[in-house]
């Protein structure tokens, strides 16, 4: 699978404004097959395990109080190159920096608030999906 999956987590602050639908057809229309999905409140255990490796940071504390503050949906996609693939379409980090049309320039407010998390990389990708994800929660269509 490696290459032609990756993950994404939908956030709080995304969800509460109604964009999951729009979301979801950028995701789709773009050519990415979902093959897992769900929709969860994340505790404050899951969000710092899921983070660590921005433990430290002077934004980790807020990152966690913000991906806990709502439900998130996090969701696995496939298609070849799928991770270089969605960093195009979900663009920069920073919503105001992103390009146009890209879902962070839609439908981000800020750095934190940018709408979605993206895999920066395939080995990231099979883990983030395991993370949330049973290997029988997975399905390949």
């Known amino acids: 699978m490696e290459g032609k999956i990756t993950f994404t987590i939908v956030k709080p602050s995304a969800l509460s404004m109604n964009y999951l639908g729009p979301i979801l057809t950028k995701i789709t229309d773009s050519g990415f097959r979902v093959i897992a999905i769900k929709m969860l409140h994340l505790s404050k255990e899951q969000a710092t395990a899921f983070y660590a490796v921005h433990q430290g940071q002077p934004f980790f504390e807020g990152l966690i109080s913000f991906m806990t503050s709502g439900p998130v949906v996090v969701a696995t996609l496939m298609k070849d190159n799928a991770v270089a693939d969605f960093r195009k379409i979900i663009g920069a980090t920073n919503p105001e920096k992103a390009e146009e049309g890209t879902i962070r320039k839609l439908f981000g407010i800020d750095m934190q608030r940018n709408a979605v998390h993206g895999s920066d ?21």
């Open 121 to 141: 990389s395939d080995e990231n990708a099979l883990i983030e999906s395991r993370f949330f994800f049973a290997e029988n929660e997975i399905f390949q269509y």
